[in-house]
């Protein structure tokens, strides 16, 4: 796994330990793929569309996203928003990360449509072995 110009998997994250994390759990499940970190939600929207004249990434070939839903600058929320209003993001997978137990907050998460929504109670136990 490395992280590249043309990846296979995005991870929008601001917590290196949580990066680490889950770089850890795809390579022990023997995910290979290319991956690349983008550490606030404002650098995430700024990768996948681009900015003051300057082309998003291209997508081409993206097989999941990973989204932390607490981000700097622009929360994860958002970051799901965007990514399923645009034709070209919307078809690909998406999964929310959430530390946060509040009933309101995993609503608002799944309201959203993402593919999968996971609590950091099912990470910690899941992902940790």
Not at 90 to 98: A, E, F, I
Request: no cysteine; hydrophobic share 45%; charged share 25%.
């Amino acid at each position: 796994m490395t992280e590249t110009a043309q990846p296979d998997i995005v991870v929008v994250e601001d917590n290196p330990n949580d990066v680490e994390l889950l770089f850890h759990a795809l390579h022990a499940n023997g995910v290979s793929w290319n991956i690349r970190v983008v550490r606030d939600g404002a650098e995430a929207l700024e990768y996948f569309f681009g900015s003051a004249g300057k082309e998003g990434a291209n997508l081409a070939g993206l097989k999941l996203i990973l989204i932390d839903v607490k981000l700097p600058k622009v929360d994860g929320l958002e970051v799901l928003k965007q990514l399923k209003a645009d034709s070209r993001t919307r078809p690909v997978p998406v999964v929310m990360l959430s530390t946060s137990q509040s009933e309101h907050d995993i609503m608002t998460v799944i309201s959203l449509a993402p593919t999968v929504t996971l609590r950091s109670r099912w990470i910690s136990r899941n992902l940790r072995k």
